[in-house]
């Protein structure tokens, strides 16, 4: 779903960012996701952003099932 969502809003001139895989993490507060994505990349169509954005956004909605 994220990758889906990444692909669609990315800049077009980049093709070389991929979306990360999201890593459970403990909540912040109640309404926090349990999970994070990691953005470290440096990327000159400035994708980073973007791929917090979407974090925002699905971390509202969405949790990752803990299968630990």
């Known amino acids: 779903m994220l990758t889906g969502a990444f692909n669609r809003i990315?800049?077009?001139r980049?093709?070389?960012?991929?979306?990360p895989l999201p890593?459970?993490?403990a909540r912040e507060s109640y309404?926090?996701?349990?999970?994070?994505?990691?953005v470290?990349?440096?990327?000159?169509?400035n994708c980073g952003t973007?791929?917090?954005?979407?974090?925002?956004?699905?971390g509202r909605k969405?949790?990752?099932a803990d299968t630990q």
Request: glycine share 2%; aromatic share 14%.
């Open 14 to 19: 980049c093709r070389s960012c991929e979306m």
């Open 23 to 25: 890593v459970l993490a």
């Open 31 to 38: 309404d926090a996701a349990n999970w994070t994505l990691p």
């Open 40 to 45: 470290g990349m440096r990327c000159e169509h």
């Open 62 to 64: 969405y949790d990752l």
């Open 10 to 12: 990315r800049p077009m």
């Open 50 to 58: 973007f791929i917090r954005w979407l974090a925002a956004q699905y």
